[in-house]
């Protein structure tokens, strides 16, 4: 069960929110809506937002995140022992809430999926490659052999992160049955999450840090930036927080032991000026 999201986003984010809701609308139909950002871009939060919007109630959401170990079995339809141990078909997730929109036609139903690109995503989805875009055709499941149409009002939204290593293996047949939506790291998100919490000269001191890293390295900041905005959504005050988020996470996504320093490493550390405990905005 999903619950409601409680927000208190501003007018930038909810232009985020509406893109993605409109994208649903138009394209939810025939295409995987794909919400690809850095971490702390703030695609997972519009996500569920957005989520909730479509459906019309949280109770019609249903999240999953997946990984390196999902399977179509656990996805679409699998092979289980049961209390007797005996073998039996049983749906996956997928399968489960498609039966349920087919079920209440006049509802909408969105499958959220966080971390698209973490499984081997064309082994998982299987067969779905092909009838998520064409939802006229039925096809025969593997394992019940039952025909099953994909539900017309079934939604499926995910979110992934394109500079992830196993981002780089998701092939040309499943690009085509995506609608990407793009989440930079957005200083004016930032605004919106930190205006009432932070004085005006930290607020652009932050916003200063991405652009002059943008400024940098302009063709690959979309996609490898460490870290976006959201990264600071836990910020109270300026000390001892920004010196704290410094000294406990962003350093470390930065500089790791036996291993290469990002490319961006110089450029952000140049222009965070919290690494050292003692500094405040004049």
């Not at 409601?4 to 984010?13: A, C, E, I, L, R």
């Amino acid at each position: 069960m999903t619950l409601p999201v409680q927000s208190t986003h501003g007018q930038v984010t909810d232009a985020r929110i509406a893109e993605v809701v409109g994208t649903c609308k138009r394209y939810g139909k025939s295409s995987i809506i794909a919400l690809a950002g850095v971490p702390g871009t703030g695609k997972s939060h519009v996500g569920r937002i957005a989520a909730q919007r479509v459906a019309g109630d949280p109770l019609r959401v249903r999240e999953v995140q997946f990984h390196q170990s999902t399977t179509y079995e656990e996805f679409v339809e699998g092979l289980r022992i049961d209390a007797s141990g005996a073998i039996v078909q049983e749906p996956g997730l997928f399968l489960e809430w498609n039966d349920l929109a087919w079920d209440n036609p006049e509802l909408n139903w969105v499958l959220l999926i966080e971390e698209l690109s973490r499984a081997n995503v064309s082994a998982v989805l299987g067969e779905l490659m092909t009838f998520i875009e064409d939802r006229t055709r039925p096809f025969t499941s593997t394992y019940s052999r039952r025909p099953i149409r994909v539900a017309s009002n079934l939604v499926i939204l995910s979110t992934y992160n394109p500079s992830d290593r196993s981002a780089l293996d998701i092939d040309n047949a499943l690009l085509r049955r995506l609608r990407v939506i793009n989440f930079p790291a957005d200083s004016a998100q930032l605004a919106d999450m930190l205006g009432a919490r932070l004085p005006d000269p930290v607020l652009k001191r932050l916003a200063a840090l991405f652009s002059s890293v943008e400024r940098q390295h302009p063709e690959d900041f979309q996609d490898m930036m460490p870290f976006g905005h959201g990264i600071f959504a836990e910020v109270q005050q300026e000390r001892p927080d920004l010196h704290e988020l410094w000294r406990e996470r962003i350093r470390y996504m930065l500089r790791r032991p036996l291993v290469q320093p990002h490319p961006f490493t110089d450029a952000i550390e140049a222009a965070y000026p919290w690494k050292d405990a003692g500094y405040s905005e004049p």
